[in-house]
């Protein structure tokens, strides 16, 4: 954490330093980060994989009962989720990636792409390699790394408190061990499992609908009165009668 709250603090000092210059004029002058460095301006109608790097990012911010494509294209979806999140963070919500909306993802982010309050041994207590799940090792690494960011939007909206995350991704072995179901969304790295904290099981539950998660199950869903599940599976399904969901 305090690795986190230095970085935080310096990114802060780079952006004022830079604002004094005048030196974040364009995109290309915005300071390197050690995860991703954006090299342009990004609107509707760009591609590539810089987009692609943005879209994981604003994963959490595609509206409620919504999930952002990661798929390269700067479409309308792209620039209305890019919108909220400028909004979240104070910035002029115009749907256009430049200097201030980067400057700010660049704090937001550790140096191995993850967001600042996750990493991937949260999201992964079974293994180190991400092996032995329902897709390839690298498969689910980089969907943990979209719930990350998902989880980031929702710890945000939030308040800025801590979210517990208390079950990632999951090998068939490991799954097998804790008595999950054999199809479950741990296995694709793109589940997680909150425990309650700063904030009930309920409000977990309720404020993930707007932060792209198709598969939400909390109180009232069997096996599910001591934690909420967020997923990002193909199709909706939420389940929480006991939170009015």
Known sequence: MLKRALRLVLSVVMLMAGLAAGSLATAGTAHADGCYTWNRTLSQGASGA??????????????????????????????????RFQSAYGLTADGVAGPNTFSKLYALQDDDCTPVHFDYA??????ST??????????????????????EALRHALGDQPIRVTSGFRSQ?????????????????????????????????????????NGILGPGYPGHNDHTHVDHRGSRFWSASACGI
């Open 50 to 83: 810089d987009v692609t790097q943005l879209q994981i990012r604003l994963s959490g911010y595609p509206g409620y009962g919504a999930v952002l494509a990661v798929d390269g294209e700067f479409g309308p979806a792209t620039a209305a989720a890019l919108k």
């Open 122 to 127: 949260e999201l992964n207590r079974c293994n």
């Open 130 to 151: 991400w092996a032995g799940g329902a897709v390839s090792a690298a498969t689910a690494k980089a969907n943990a790394l979209r719930t990350m960011w998902k989880l």
């Open 173 to 213: 072995s490991c799954n097998s061990a804790v008595g999950g179901a054999s199809n479950s969304r741990h296995l694709y790295g793109d589940a997680a499992d909150l425990g309650s904290g700063p904030h009930s099981l309920c409000t977990l539950a309720k404020q993930a609908r707007n932060h792209g998660f």
